[in-house]
T-cell receptor
Framework: GQSLEQPSEVTAVEGAIVQINCTYQ??????LSWYQQHDGGAPTFLSY????GLEETGRFSSFLSRSDSYGYLLLQELQMKDSASYFC???????????FGPGTRLSVLP | DSGVTQTPKHLITATGQRVTLRCSPR?????VYWYQQSLDQGLQFLIQ???????AKGNILERFSAQQFPDLHSELNLSSLELGDSALYFC?????????????FGPGTRLTVL
């Protein structure tokens, strides 16, 4: 089967750096995506890694290690508006199924 | 605003009934995805259509069906509704058919089955 694991909650203060980890077990692998979802809102795409290494987009970076079946989302210079749930997702079964992790709830404190 | 529209925003119905959820993708996007989000199951991929054809299938129940029309809007039909079908249903769209394409999510339809 397929499964993804993420920490359920993370708390950090404004201006800090936080890392949200994701480990996955899937049959076939077509890249790791990250989504942000504010309470009551829709998920919004943050990043996608198909190859090993770090992808940087502004304050957010995402990392993938396919050999370790592991990735992380790094959020820098945290702002209050970053308080949200963050989901990792993979496409497996040779492109037939998207699987989302359970989500990590990030709370940014003043 | 992602450019993806979903109607209705809220839907309240009874067990055993059938409902249709509608999604209009962003202008120019050919792929439409349907997701179900509930408290106990998280975000679950249901099905993807690309340019009118079924592209990928996830954990979609047999009681559920979808289609994408020539104008690229999509409908998700849920029948013989059960209490457990109460959830947020999201539609997303992307330009192409693959996982490298960014998906843009609509605001969702909240379905309550009583």
């Amino acid at each position: 089967g397929q499964s993804l694991e993420q920490p359920s909650e993370v708390t950090a203060v404004e201006g800090a750096i936080v890392q949200i980890n994701c480990t996955y077990q899937t049959s076939g692998f077509y890249g790791l995506s990250w989504y942000q979802q504010h309470d009551g809102g829709a998920p919004t795409f943050l990043s996608y890694n198909a190859l090993d290494g770090l992808e940087e987009t502004g304050r957010f970076s995402s990392f993938l290690s396919r050999s370790d079946s592991y990735g992380y989302l790094l959020l820098q210079e945290l702002q209050m508006k970053d308080s949200a749930s963050y989901f990792c997702a993979v496409r497996d079964n040779y492109g037939q199924n998207f699987v989302f992790g359970p989500g990590t709830r990030l709370s940014v404190l003043p | 605003d992602s450019g993806v529209t979903q109607t209705p925003k809220h839907l309240i119905t009874a067990t055993g009934q059938r409902v249709t959820l509608r999604c209009s993708p962003r202008s120019g996007d050919l792929s439409v995805y349907w997701y179900q989000q509930s408290l106990d199951q998280g975000l679950q991929f249901l099905i993807q259509y690309y340019n009118g054809e079924e592209r990928a299938k996830g954990n979609i129940l047999e009681r559920f069906s979808a289609q994408q029309f020539p104008d690229l809007h999509s409908e998700l039909n849920l029948s013989s509704l059960e209490l457990g079908d109460s959830a947020l249903y999201f539609c997303a769209s992307s330009t192409g058919p693959t996982s490298t394409d960014t998906q843009y999510f609509g605001p969702g339809t909240r379905l309550t089955v009583l």
